[in-house]
């Protein structure tokens, strides 16, 4: 990748030296891999040049040359496959990929509870499926649907067309949750035409993939509540959180106040789905620096991430972090002093939790475990989901 990398800027830092590359590219055939990395390290200079990525496309047999295709492996090659998943397969790089924004796996899938309900939950896929599933399931999306999750397409009387998975059917309407977890009900006497439609997985979107990447991806899908590293525990974790996008208007509202602003339901904030490792951790190296004011090279940003809680009852309950410094929290908007286990107080509802994060060096990752507090009534919940 470095030296493809390499070469491709010796092209784009000349004058005319994209089109070189392009004739160059033009009727020769360069392998798979080197193709997507050298895509990756075009994009990665900000430049959108459609002729070049075209050229590499194609050069590279990629989809974007042409319709995405379903891939059938034969029986040798899904031996392979799955001989490499198990030799050089690697699950903490397949987890990482699999969490990758461009596959977006996680708007449709969930892990324990959090992300997706479009598709299946995963959370024991490994111990429950063979790995030549997986992979058809990967490469092929509509050879292998799993129960439940076949999609419909409806068209309406107003001539109105709708597609998604069904969630239910009544006497009277029918239920359908689209690729993005939007649910639509649509009254049986104004449908015209049902009919099967195609799994809302892509297909070809695995394309982005090298052959490595691939063969990580299935290594940590396979070891899915197989193997105790990729098995949910049964700890109470925040899996699902909202993370502050670093937006000019978010960083200028936080510089002009404080942090604690974050709490507050400003409309400058804008906030995205995060969502934490099986392990329960939530990585936050590369969430957006929102709060650094730039004052020497050393000085270090914040980020900003959301959570939320239930209690049934209200009462105490128990924080437990895996480190609280360099970390700051407002229960609502109400400051809270943080040690390694908090105990706070909840009156009955949802309440938000806000988190203020020095990126730090020392600070990888956040990890947010709910305990019971001794003799508390409380019956307290975390919100999981999309």
């Known amino acids: 990748?470095?030296?493809?990398?390499?070469?491709?800027?010796?092209?784009?830092?000349?004058?005319?030296?994209?089109?070189?590359?392009?004739?160059?590219?033009?009727?020769?055939?360069?392998?798979?891999?080197?193709?997507?990395?050298?895509?990756?390290?075009?994009?990665?200079?900000?430049?959108?040049?459609p002729e070049l990525a075209k050229a590499i496309a194609v050069a590279g047999g990629l989809s974007s040359s042409g319709a995405p295709q379903p891939v059938n492996l034969s029986p040798e090659e899904m031996a392979k496959l799955i001989h490499a998943v198990k030799t050089t397969g690697n699950a903490e790089r397949g987890e990482a990929i699999f969490r990758r924004e461009d596959l977006s796996c996680l708007k449709c899938h969930a892990i324990g509870g959090a992300g997706g309900k479009v598709g299946p939950d995963l959370i024991s896929l490994g111990g429950s499926s063979q790995p030549d599933y997986i992979v058809d399931s990967l490469l092929n999306p509509n050879k292998a649907v799993k129960e439940n999750y076949n999609a419909v397409t409806v068209v309406t009387l107003q001539g109105k067309v709708y597609s998604g998975v069904l969630v239910r059917r009544s006497d009277s309407q029918l239920v359908l949750r689209d690729v993005n977890d939007n649910i639509m009900n649509i009254p049986l006497d104004q449908i015209d035409e049902e009919s099967p439609a195609a799994s809302l997985m892509p297909v070809g979107l695995l394309e982005k993939l090298t052959q490595q990447e691939l063969t990580d991806l299935v290594r940590f899908?396979?070891?899915?509540?197989?193997?105790?590293?990729?098995?949910?525990?049964?700890?109470?974790?925040?899996?699902?959180?909202?993370?502050?996008?670093?937006?000019?208007?978010?960083?200028?509202?936080?510089?002009?106040?404080?942090?604690?602003?974050?709490?507050?339901?400003?409309?400058?904030?804008?906030?995205?789905?995060?969502?934490?490792?099986?392990?329960?951790?939530?990585?936050?190296?590369?969430?957006?620096?929102?709060?650094?004011?730039?004052?020497?090279?050393?000085?270090?940003?914040?980020?900003?991430?959301?959570?939320?809680?239930?209690?049934?009852?209200?009462?105490?309950?128990?924080?437990?972090?895996?480190?609280?410094?360099?970390?700051?929290?407002w229960l609502g908007e109400k400051p809270i002093v943080l040690k390694p286990e908090t105990e706070i107080e909840l009156t009955r509802g949802v309440h938000r939790l806000t988190f203020a994060i020095d990126l730090t060096p020392e600070r990888d990752v956040l990890r947010l475990e709910l305990l019971d507090a001794p003799s508390s009534p409380a019956q307290v919940e975390i919100l999981n989901g999309k």
């Not at 160059?24 to 959108?48: C, E, F, N, P, Y």
């Not at 197989?226 to 109470?236: G, P, W």
């Not at 978010?250 to 934490?276: D, G, L, V």
Request: glycine residues 8%.
């Open 1 to 49: 990748p470095d030296q493809l990398a390499a070469l491709s800027n010796i092209f784009l830092q000349r004058k005319g030296g994209t089109g070189v590359l392009v004739n160059a590219l033009k009727g020769k055939t360069i392998a798979k891999d080197a193709a997507i990395h050298l895509g990756r390290s075009i994009q990665s200079t900000g430049r959108s040049n």
């Open 221 to 329: 899908l396979t070891e899915l509540g197989k193997t105790d590293a990729y098995t949910i525990s049964k700890d109470r974790v925040v899996r699902r959180w909202r993370v502050m996008k670093g937006t000019p208007d978010a960083m200028n509202a936080i510089r002009r106040t404080r942090h604690a602003t974050a709490a507050t339901e400003n409309p400058a904030f804008i906030w995205e789905p995060a969502y934490s490792r099986v392990d329960g951790s939530l990585p936050v190296r590369k969430f957006d620096e929102i709060g650094k004011l730039h004052v020497s090279n050393r000085a270090t940003g914040a980020a900003f991430v959301r959570c939320e809680l239930e209690a049934l009852s209200p009462g105490k309950a128990i924080l437990k972090f895996n480190s609280v410094d360099g970390l700051k929290m």
